[in-house]
């Protein structure tokens, strides 16, 4: 082979690279994201180093023409507090898009949290111990399809299934933190839907769910139905949900209410937030119980990036006398001071 037939080869293969190049692409980002708390758990106090769901993230795209795209999306959690730990339990999907929308399988988000509760968490992402302990989340990730539909006019929509492979499944109550009301049985299937909404300054969100447990004496349903609203007043911006969660059982059945506010206001690089939410009592068989709770926090974020920040908020969890939101024994309540640093990349 002569020195110019190898010039051409090696040309021609760098060209064949950047077409492929041109195609494809993979992306590595993820989240790191640590705080420094003093916490209070009933009597008991701790100070600590907390990794609030620091990940790393791997996402890739192939462009197969006609406009048909195959993408795939990997996340693993890992503890930035002691760097313990590392897997795609977090978020492991492979999917296909188009203009028809997309079909995704594997493991991700139920796609009515993100519609309602996660939307109008603002201030830490929903993490760490600052995150909202009262929303119910009933539908088991893993093993899923999906389907998100394009955007009408800032409408879209998005439902999942979860085959349920006769796999292992504890279903307990939120706030049940003894879980004395928890069942294991087989996990049945499950069916998530969501409508999301943006113009403009408003935002509209709905997610209902319905999941299915069968245990060796009864079978248990669980179905929550959420709406969400956000609204941008210039620097002001509010959100709000509300969510009913049900249960039937052989041996029970008990519904209950819970809602959130949260408002954040940017003055330059500074971000002051403040929310509240409350769990009403279990109505029906738990009727007799008292099982309310209020959460509430207040935040303050400082930007020195659009992707860094440092921020602290002080937390709390009130719990009656037979909840046990946030925590694991009735009663008892829950607070914590924390300062952190979040870098994104």
């Known amino acids: 082979m002569t020195k110019t037939t190898r010039v051409m080869l090696a040309v021609l293969a760098a060209c064949g690279a950047s077409a492929a190049m041109a195609q494809s692409s993979v992306n590595l980002y993820g989240r790191v994201n640590t705080t420094i708390e003093h916490q209070k758990i009933g009597g008991d106090s701790r100070t600590a180093m907390e990794s609030n769901s620091s990940y790393l993230g791997f996402r890739g795209v192939e462009d197969l023409g006609n406009g048909l795209k195959a993408g795939f999306q990997l996340e ?32 991700f988000n139920a796609g009515s949290y993100l519609a309602t509760a996660d939307y109008i968490s603002m201030h830490n992402h929903d993490t760490g111990s ?8 009933v539908f088991p990730e893993g093993n899923q399809i999906a389907y998100r539909t394009p955007d009408f006019g800032g409408l879209s929509a998005e439902f999942h299934y979860g085959f349920g492979e006769k796999a292992d499944r504890a279903a307990s109550l939120p706030g049940d933190g003894e879980g004395l009301l928890a069942v294991a049985g ?19 969100g709905l997610g209902y769910t319905q999941a299915k447990t069968e245990t060796a004496a009864f079978d248990v349903k669980e179905q929550q139905v959420a709406v969400r609203a956000s609204y941008a007043l210039g620097d002001l911006t509010l959100g709000a949900y509300y969510q ?74 009130n ?24 870098h994104l990349f």
């Not at 600052?130 to 989340?137: G, K, N, P, R």
């Not at 309540?333 to 924390?338: I, L, M, N, T």
């Open 76 to 107: 693993g959690n890992f503890g930035s507090d002691n760097g313990a730990g590392f897997n795609f339990q977090r978020h492991s999907e492979i999917n296909l898009s188009g203009n028809f929308g997309a079909v995704r399988l594997g493991k």
């Open 130 to 137: 600052s995150a909202d302990a009262l929303y119910a989340y």
């Open 186 to 204: 087989e996990h049945k299937g499950a069916f998530d839907a969501s409508l999301n909404y943006g113009n403009g300054p408003l935002g509209l």
């Open 244 to 317: 009913y969660y049900k249960v039937d059982a052989g041996a029970f059945d008990t519904k209950r209410h819970a809602y959130r506010l949260a408002a954040m206001y940017t003055v330059g690089a500074s971000e002051f937030h403040v929310n509240a939410g409350r769990a009403q009592n279990y109505k029906g068989d738990l009727s007799s119980f008292s099982t309310s709770a209020t959460q509430w926090t207040l935040g303050y974020n400082y930007n020195l990036s659009k992707r860094t920040k440092v921020y602290g908020y002080f937390t709390k969890i």
């Open 319 to 342: 719990n009656s006398s037979d909840a046990a939101y946030g925590v694991s024994t009735f009663g008892d309540d829950f607070r914590s001071v924390a300062v952190g640093v979040r």
